[in-house]
């Protein structure tokens, strides 16, 4: 049975840096053409693909955001860790973490992160 | 503004067929596979079409999807009020090297 599940703050002010985890169960990162990738949601707005990193440790980013993102790996502990610079009010989201397969095949169930002082 | 153009709603009645297009360019659709996704309120996107047309075990034949040259259908046949939820298209960007979403459609059954 495949699983993801995000943790981190649910609050950050503005200028802060943010930190997500995602940890999963049921495949492993070092599998040929796997990856785990960050997605998030403004409350109501459409989805927005942030970073991906694959089984053989490429990164890849959004380039709207790239500047701000950095996603890396723990194929020990089954983690990745997405953090984003600069918090802004703008990055109020949900903020997913997926499976990259063919298309981002597992989902989490998401973490709410308000950006307010 | 998306990358990938859907239409913001679609509406039909009960066990009509519904089609949601997604509109792309050679970067991204034109080039590479399309998926689609379904999203119910509060709730994680679900892999609904892979590879183009393609359904993930488990999801209804109900569903099915076309592509042709640098835009995409979904369709659903048979609408039921479950069905009700948001759609969102997405495919690799080769421009962008990364993957792109549509703005979402909002279907209503009527």
């Known amino acids: 049975q495949i699983t993801l599940k995000e943790s981190g703050p649910t609050l950050v002010k503005p200028t802060q840096t943010l930190t997500l985890t995602c940890t999963f169960s049921g495949f492993s990162l070092t599998t040929t053409g796997v990856g785990v990738g960050w997605i998030r949601q403004p409350p109501g707005k459409a989805l927005e693909w942030l970073a991906l990193i694959y089984w053989d440790d490429d990164k890849r980013y959004s380039p709207s955001l790239k500047s701000r993102l950095t996603i890396t790996r723990d194929t020990s502990r089954n983690q990745v860790v997405l953090t984003v610079t600069n918090m802004d009010p703008v990055d109020t989201a949900t903020y997913y973490c997926a499976r990259r397969n063919y298309g981002f095949d597992y989902w989490g169930q998401g973490a709410l992160v308000t950006v307010s002082s | 503004q998306s990358v990938l153009t859907q239409p913001p709603s679609v509406s039909e009645a009960p066990r009509q067929k519904v089609t949601i297009s997604c509109s792309g360019s050679?970067?991204?659709?034109?080039?590479?596979?399309v998926n689609w996704y379904q999203q119910f309120p509060g709730r994680a996107p679900k892999l609904l079409i892979y590879y183009d047309d393609l359904l993930p075990s488990g999801v209804s034949d109900r569903f099915s999807a076309s592509k042709s040259g640098t835009s995409a259908s979904l369709a659903i046949s048979g609408l039921q009020s479950e069905d009700e939820a948001d759609y969102y298209c997405?495919?690799?960007?080769?421009?962008?090297?990364?993957?792109?979403f549509g703005g979402g459609t909002k279907l209503t059954v009527l």
């Open positions: 050679n970067s991204n659709i034109g080039r590479n596979a």
């Open positions: 997405a495919a690799w960007d080769d421009s962008l090297n990364g993957p792109v």
